[in-house]
């Protein structure tokens, strides 16, 4: 039988054979895979198919370029194993490789920046416009404050939103 990506049950009479294995082994599998063309910062529904491939696993890490110096953003944003959500910019490095008894090889390596306040989600999921879950953020905490002492008029909060530098 073929294993239809797209059905949760498959999905998991694969991946969860995977899990057991690794776990009785203390194995680390890596399986990687590209998002979909929407921008969403939910890398569970980012990952084609079955949502399954991102529920069974105890680790998702979403990866991003950083266009601004060409880094990439790893971001964990599944985090079973760990005990909050961290991001390090890293870059691929080239490296000269000793091989006993052999000539010296060059390799891609990776080199890892130190944790930063950027996520991969926010660079994942910036729209065409540019804006990005970190602007939305904003002008989320703007608004939730806005309306802290009650309700408004549309035509007050949309006028108020634009005199704050929002758009509507």
Do not use: C
Request: glycine share 8%; net charge neutral.
């Amino acid at each position: 039988p073929r294993l239809n990506p797209n059905h949760a049950g498959d999905v998991r009479q694969l991946l969860d054979p995977l899990a057991a294995l690794a776990e009785r082994h203390r194995l680390a599998i890596l399986a990687v895979t590209h998002f979909g063309k929407t921008a969403t910062a939910d890398t569970g529904r980012a990952v084609l198919g079955s949502a399954a491939w991102s529920q069974v696993p105890r680790s998702v890490l979403a990866v991003a370029a950083d266009e601004t110096n060409g880094d990439i953003l790893v971001t964990n944003t599944k985090t079973n194993l760990a005990a909050r959500t961290i991001t390090r910019p890293a870059r691929i490095v080239d490296t000269l490789v000793p091989i006993p008894g052999a000539a010296a090889t060059r390799v891609g390596a990776v080199s890892w920046g130190e944790v930063t306040d950027r996520d991969a989600r926010d660079v994942l999921e910036a729209d065409q416009n540019g804006d990005t879950r970190a602007a939305r953020r904003g002008v989320d905490t703007w608004l939730r404050e806005y309306l802290a002492d009650g309700a408004r008029w549309s035509t007050d909060i949309k006028a108020d939103a634009s005199g704050a530098g929002w758009s509507m």
